[in-house]
Nanobody
Framework: QVQLVESGGGLVQAGDSLRLSCAAS????????MGWFRQAPGKEREFVAAISWSGGRTNYADSVKGRFTISRDNAKNTVYLQMNSLKPEDTAVYYCAATGSVRNNMYVSARRDEYQYWGQGTQVTVSS
């Protein structure tokens, strides 16, 4: 059974940092692009960041560019999201996701419908 399990969420103050982790099990994701999405109460789930399976290409939403960094360790089947300078508007449930296997080692996507596997989410709350 394929599972993506997020961890690292919590309650922090504005300006603080958090590092989210997403551990995959059940199969290797070394040939899958990975992404982070978030969903705030009453809002649609939105793209945050993505990384190619090689790690050689990344993509970020404008709202987090320069503050968040996505990375991955294929040997550990884990993807990370380093979040710095957090703002109250970053408050949301953060979801890890994986695309299907792809040949293009620089492929990334910001589209929800291109991700086949999803975690259960981890809550991030940023107080002002």
């Amino acid at each position: 059974q394929v599972q993506l399990v997020e961890s690292g969420g919590g309650l922090v103050q504005a300006g603080d940092s958090l590092r989210l982790s997403c551990a995959a099990s059940g199969r290797t994701f070394s040939r899958n692009a990975m992404g982070w999405f978030r969903q705030a109460p009453g809002k649609e789930r939105e793209f945050v960041a993505a990384i190619s399976w090689s790690g050689g290409r990344t993509n970020y939403a404008d709202s987090v560019k320069g503050r968040f960094t996505i990375s991955r360790d294929n040997a550990k089947n884990t993807v990370y999201l380093q979040m710095n300078s957090l703002k109250p508007e970053d408050t949301a449930v953060y979801y890890c996701a994986a695309t299907g296997s792809v040949r293009n080692n620089m492929y990334v996507s910001a589209r929800r419908d291109e991700y086949q596997y999803w975690g259960q989410g981890t809550q991030v709350t940023v107080s002002s």
